[in-house]
């Protein structure tokens, strides 16, 4: 794929960019990097290899799900609220 100003004016447009005319130059060079090593990654025989998610066989272990008690933090932060009620902050109503 060639990048050239009629793409990157594309990809401004896309992203809601303003590149400078300075910089334009330079980016099109970095993209055109960018898109060369992706290309050569096309290159790679993964006709054998299995599509995988995770690193772990089995896939992630799960922990056991135990109830706790509220941490006494919590408590601690709502000691120092201005307002509170049930274990909640108390605000100012802001919408009628």
Do not use: W
Request: no cysteine; charged share 30%; glycine share 4%.
């Amino acid at each position: 794929m060639k990048i050239d100003d009629a793409l990157l004016r594309k990809l401004e447009k896309l992203s809601s960019l303003k590149i400078s005319d300075a910089k334009r130059e330079g980016i099109i060079s970095q993209l055109s990097e960018i898109v060369s090593f992706v290309e050569i990654l096309n290159e790679l025989d993964l006709e054998s290899e299995e599509a995988t998610f995770t690193t772990l066989a089995g896939g992630t272990p799960l922990r056991e799900d135990i109830p706790r008690s509220v941490p006494q933090i919590i408590q601690t932060i709502l000691e120092h609220a201005p307002m509170r009620d049930n274990g909640f902050f108390v605000v100012p109503k802001i919408i009628e």
